[in-house]
């Protein structure tokens, strides 16, 4: 009678959430690809040839970090995606579209864009994170990770992360680091994570087992990792106490974004076909708040304290969520 009980008391506490609508809807340039916030800022990423700077409490566009427009294979003119941003010491650093599918790695300092890394390299660059003020991390689509030094512009060296697999030759899909920026978390279209050293330049310690198939988001936090899984599976892993866990839903579909608190004691993840993200206890798994009224589909959710979240999706407007 007391199993009884105490198992009906947990299935309350993992399946009751309280439904939240968004406080705020800011507006940027274009279809929302990315974010990070800074200083007070958002750095917003855009499909429409460009990063927007915006204020958190106006919610006004202080200023847009503009790249060039493209050709497209007909010979037209279009906007290029950003498909990445970071923000360090005031240092902007952005991936971009360039023309025939290759990207190029820009960095906007004192008003000025520069292009580090251009279509001759010929790199399909998926996201690129600074490591610190003169030093930045990136991955290929092809699953190679790169250290790039900027004031020598040069590659202080290159990884194979998918040789770790032997069994499957998969591609990038996003990686995360942890707050001193020296290690990150690589996911890709196996499902496995690859937890890579960036002063030692290899990876030291593979996550696998819990997500079946490709892992379109990973975030990492106070040594907690969370995923977003096309096998329908939210992943929890402690790297403190080499634990994990999934969550998944009654009703399969494929989870397109997650991310974490700044402690790590949150986890928030898009739960079911009508876009709406669940907030739960990442310790004891408790689903707390259903973050309601997101119109397309997710492209990523960021935790910018313990109870505000941004999520955003493929529209030019995205979401503010106060969860307290």
């Not at 990423?45 to 460009?50: E, M």
């Not at 030093?135 to 992360?161: H, P, R």
């Amino acid at each position: 009678m007391t199993k009884l009980i105490l198992s009906l008391i947990l299935s309350v506490t993992l399946f009751a959430s309280k439904d939240i609508k968004p406080s705020k809807i800011y507006s940027a340039s274009g279809g929302v690809t990315d974010i990070v916030s800074y200083d007070g800022k958002l750095y917003v990423a855009t499909a429409a040839s460009c990063v927007d700077i915006i204020d958190i409490k106006t919610k006004k566009i202080l200023n847009s970090i503009k790249i060039p427009q493209i050709k497209d294979f007909m010979g037209d003119t279009i906007d290029a995606k950003v498909y990445s941003v970071d923000v360090y010491n005031g240092m902007v650093l952005l991936t971009s579209e360039a023309p025939k599918g290759i990207r190029e790695l820009h960095i906007y300092k004192d008003g000025k864009l520069k292009t580090l890394i251009d279509t001759s390299k010929g790199l399909i660059i998926g996201k690129a994170k600074f490591v610190d003020d003169n030093t930045v991390v990136f991955d290929t689509l092809g699953n190679e990770m790169y250290l790039y030094d900027i004031a020598k512009d040069k590659f202080i060296w290159k990884i194979d992360v998918k040789a770790v697999d032997a069994t499957f030759n998969s591609t990038f899909a996003d990686f995360s680091l942890n707050e001193k920026r020296d290690i990150a978390v690589v996911a890709d279209e196996s499902g496995d994570l690859k937890v890579v050293d960036i002063k030692k330049a290899q990876v030291i310690k593979l996550l696998a087992g819990k997500n079946l198939d490709k892992v379109f988001k990973v975030d990492f936090k106070n040594n907690k990792v969370i995923t977003a899984g096309q096998d329908g599976r939210c992943v929890v892993y402690n790297l403190k106490n080499n634990s994990s866990y999934a969550l998944r839903e009654k009703h399969w579909f494929l989870i397109y974004g997650a991310g974490l608190s700044p402690s790590g004691k949150l986890g928030a993840y898009s739960s079911d076909e009508n876009n709406n993200v669940t907030v739960f206890n990442t310790d004891t798994r408790s689903k707390l708040y259903r973050l309601t009224q997101n119109n397309m589909t997710l492209t990523g959710i960021l935790f910018t304290s313990e109870d505000e979240v941004f999520v955003i999706t493929d529209s030019d407007k995205f979401n503010f969520y106060k969860l307290k």
